[in-house]
């Protein structure tokens, strides 16, 4: 019997094409790209199988990981649906939907034929037409250490110095104050060192920083009675296993000096630890490379360590029409899909992507402290307990090769510093968690100079003077609140931030700020709002967590009665306000709805809450239609203050509020100056 050169009814040769009678589905996935999606039944696909070459491919390839890795997910495959998956230059994947009404999550796996066997390039298709379908990628190695992926990183790194134009050390700003040297001894011990006392005529030396979850293990730490010491030497078996994994891949790639927190600043000193973040930005940009500690949790973990099992490939022999074939095999193995999305779209991933393993096996990139760390070091090189990645300013790199033809991170771009593009960044940097919320200004600090140097205005403690209407009407989300003691959003004392300032919201896991003006075209700033100077008057244009909290702000502004603390209903983050409006000889009351920054506890009746407070008109938005009159409304934009209890004359944020024109409450704004805190 022979194989039939008609299309397979089951895969479609898994070759996509857009007809009114095909079956083939299109989306943007959420890596951004177009995927295409075919379903199938797996009692139909073992039917096929037995005339068709990839069907038999395939279902030999589910049941592999029906007995291997997914062997407690794929019970009852036969009756099991799913679907085919194709991406242009990605190898070919296969979910297999979890039985319905048991809430059995989806499975995803990925078919490949081994680049060096029969493909041409890495993400090219193979030589033989026969093996098209699935695309070529790289087996993943059991074991990493500094040896067998040396050649590998080496590539990546000379690949990028060679091609990536933004990729080269920054080369403005200053040394780090001290660093840590490497180079080889007999005791293997290494030394502080102070770079004012280093010969660098030559310019700055070749560094590496490396990025670590601390955790709540102890672990050496630079103090202000160790200083002296540590400069004679630290023993390298004093070291916790992360730090000497990192000395042992710079010594392999020949650096002679690394930067790691714990050691290179004083510990035990507020003054050093101030100074010292300022200069993140230098500390990174200037560094050579990164190395990321992804996988750890703690100091104590090794990444130069035996892979998990979970990713291993398992080898399919190709069949022909059931006949088994001396040809190159293809390799199936879980799909890689969900950790990359942790570095092609980190913002749809940070909190949870898929069922959440990915996050878990990579607990660095939820921390704040390392979102400018990778933000602005030239490359980090990423220790993902799956596999190995590097992320630079202009790509992608992966062991397995499946993000090797994503650009970078936007968030990375250097090339767009833009007053629209910080939004981006404080919405994606807002997401992660921070040990002491009190640090939320400095840990974005480095990322902030950098856009500094693109602007030159004037950076109020996250926001930006030149952009102060769109900046000030920052919004968050308001998910997963547990309880009233434990809120979705709280605001932080005024001595760490100012209430006009996001950086003043503390958010539960999985919320974050947003900017509903950034991505609105239609919004303009009100003629009348304008942003005057800070209290007291200031010549420095950067403040980050100290320097002055006040800000002078005018505009119109029209007086309100806000009722706050009416809902019994703790996830409510609704108040309500009233306006009484003289219009002509009438009064018009107008009650709306205004969204609050921090849900009310109070529990009395609506009417026992009543307290002044005054509407600031920042801006205009037309994003609603107005369904009478078939016409776009126009919205006001506006925020909600009330006045400070503390500091008399002072107005301190509580809400914002978007409004239609037409309900005519602009009939009683009035221009004022204001002190906002």
Known sequence: MQPSLTTCPVCLDLKPVHSPTTSWQFKVADNLLIECTLPFTFSILEISAQRCDICSAIKNGIENMSRGVFCDKLQGLSKREGCFIVQNDHPFEVEVFGEVGNGEKSVRMQFYVKEDSVCSDVGSRSSDPKWDAFGCA?????????????????????????????????????????LLDIRPRPDLSIILVKTKQMNISAGIPLYATLSHCWGELQFIKTTSSKVSSFQNGIPF?????????????????????????????????????????????????????????????DGSQSFLSSRNLTHNSIPIPPTSLGEVRDEVAIFVRPSLSGVHMLYSTPSKTVNGAGD??????????SRAWVFQERHLAPRTLHFHPSELVMECRSGLRCECSGLDFFTSNPLRNFDDLSYTSWFGVVEAFSRLRLTYPSDRLEALAGVAKEFWESQRGAYLKGVWGGDAARGLLWNVTRYNQRSPEYPATRRQGKEVAPTWSWASMVLAEGNKVF???GDDESFASDEQFEFLDTDPPSEQSLHFGTGPGAIWVKGSAVNAIACVGGCVDEQKH?????????????VIITTVKAEM????????????????????????SMVDKNWE??????????????????????????????????????QGLKVKKLKLI
Request: charge should be negative; proline fraction near 6%.
């Open 629 to 666: 009159s078939n016409q776009l409304a126009t919205y006001l934009c506006m925020l909600v203050l009330q006045p400070c209890s503390d500091i008399r004359g002072a107005w301190e944020r509580i809400g914002v509020l978007d409004i239609r024109e037409d309900l005519g409450i602009h």
């Open 574 to 586: 609704d108040a309500v306000l009233i306006f009484e409006i003289e219009f002509d000889d009438m």
């Open 597 to 620: 920054d921090v849900p009310p506890r109070i529990t009395r009746p609506l009417e026992e809450t009543a307290e002044d407070a005054s509407c600031l008109l920042v801006g205009r």
């Open 515 to 517: 900017f509903p003006a």
């Open 138 to 178: 790289r087996n993943i190695a059991p074991l990493v250490s500094p040896k067998s992926h040396l050649p590998l990183i080496r590539s990546w790194i000379t690949h990028c110095l060679r091609t990536h134009s933004s990729c080269g050390r920054s080369h403005h700003g200053v040394m780090p104050t001290r």
């Open 237 to 297: 078996n004093a070291l916790p296993r992360t730090f000497q994994d990192a000395i042992s891949i710079a010594r392999e790639l020949d650096i002679k000096y690394i930067w790691i927190d714990s050691l290179c600043i004083i510990q035990d000193s507020p003054k050093d630890w101030r100074h010292e973040s300022g200069l993140m930005a230098s500390v990174y940009s200037n560094s050579y490379l990164n190395i990321a500690a992804t996988g750890s949790s």
């Open 356 to 365: 959440g393993t990915e996050t878990a096996e990579a607990p660095l990139l």
